[in-house]
């Protein structure tokens, strides 16, 4: 990994306003993170918003795929000292920003104490004016999951009718909750069939974790199942450009119009570096939780 405090330093003042992190998970595997994570950060972007999207599944990594990119340095060739960060960074649609991940690579718990370092200098010295990221996160509850959910201000957990799914969520609320202190999360449906059964899917999740949990759920809404939104993946667009009008696109821009409402919780958290710096530190952080 390159070191960027060994590279000329640019002088980039830092961003003066917090940059918003929104981290998007889900437990479960193919419940719909990366349709949201792309379709949340253009509704952004088509908003205004100076957003930047960062894929973080080495595993399985495919915003490039689904937004039709053809990057020429991913984090993995980051990792491999192949290139910097800011090698990596690609204009998607719209002027929307995308750190894409690699497929078939390692993970990001397998990086080695300085390669971490090394990210959080490259991210602090990424000279991208921005007010959100949002980071796709891989399938699971690997630890790399938990810190990139920790690290962020919001975390949207995102379910779908099937009970694999309310377990794969409340396993990974309650893991977030227990070892790594997160006390608010938000819920998203997605894939409904009718209205009204976002709103049963987040009751059950909620009856559960008021139980057992000491975290707030909030229902951030519902995207329904779509097969604009498939037809776009097909075209390798976001829904919400190729098919503005599909009812999931109407979807997507209300729920990014209130993940832009959302408060900052006080305190320095939000600047990239802040984030990123909080992803080398999972474990004090933890043991502070577990306290
Ligand atoms: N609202 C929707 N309507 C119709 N199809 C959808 C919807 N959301 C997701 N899909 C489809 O479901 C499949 C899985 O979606 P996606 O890749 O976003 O899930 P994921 O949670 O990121 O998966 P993984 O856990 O593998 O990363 C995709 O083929 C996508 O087109
Ligand atoms: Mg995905």
Request: hydrophobic share 45%.
């Amino acid at each position: 990994m390159t070191v960027p405090a060994q590279v000329a330093f640019q002088a980039s003042a830092p961003s003066p306003a917090p940059v918003r992190v929104i981290a998007v998970a889900s437990g479960k595997g193919g419940v719909g993170k990366t349709s949201v994570s792309v379709n949340l950060a253009m509704a952004l972007c088509n908003a205004g918003q100076r957003t930047l999207l960062l894929d973080t599944d080495l595993g399985l990594a495919n915003i490039d795929v689904m937004l039709g990119l053809s990057p020429r340095f991913t984090l993995a060739d980051v990792f491999a000292g192949r290139c910097e960060l800011r090698d990596t960074l690609l204009e998607g649609p719209r002027g929307l920003w995308v750190v894409p991940a690699a497929s078939g690579k390692r993970h990001m718990t397998e990086l080695l104490p300085q390669q971490h370092v090394g990210l959080v200098h490259a991210f602090s010295q990424l000279d991208v004016p921005l007010d959100v990221m949002v980071v796709d996160n891989a399938a699971g509850i690997a630890d790399g999951v938990l810190t990139f959910c920790q690290a962020a201000q919001d975390v949207i957990v995102v379910v779908c009718d099937e009970p694999a799914s309310v377990t794969d969520a409340y396993a990974l609320i309650k893991v977030l909750s227990r070892e790594r202190g997160i006390t608010r999360v938000q819920v998203l449906a997605n894939q409904v069939q009718h209205t009204g059964e976002g709103r049963q899917l987040f009751d059950k999740l909620e009856r559960v974790t008021s139980k057992f949990l000491d975290v707030t759920l909030s229902y951030l809404g519902a995207i329904p199942r779509d097969e604009w939104l498939r037809r776009a993946v097909q075209r390798q667009e976001a829904v919400v450009d190729a098919f503005p009008s599909a009812p999931a696109s109407v979807a997507f821009r209300d729920i990014a119009r209130r993940a832009s409402q959302w408060q900052s919780p006080p305190g320095p958290r939000g600047h990239v570096e802040f984030f990123m710096e909080r992803l080398i530190a999972p474990t004090g952080a933890s043991a502070r939780s577990a306290a």
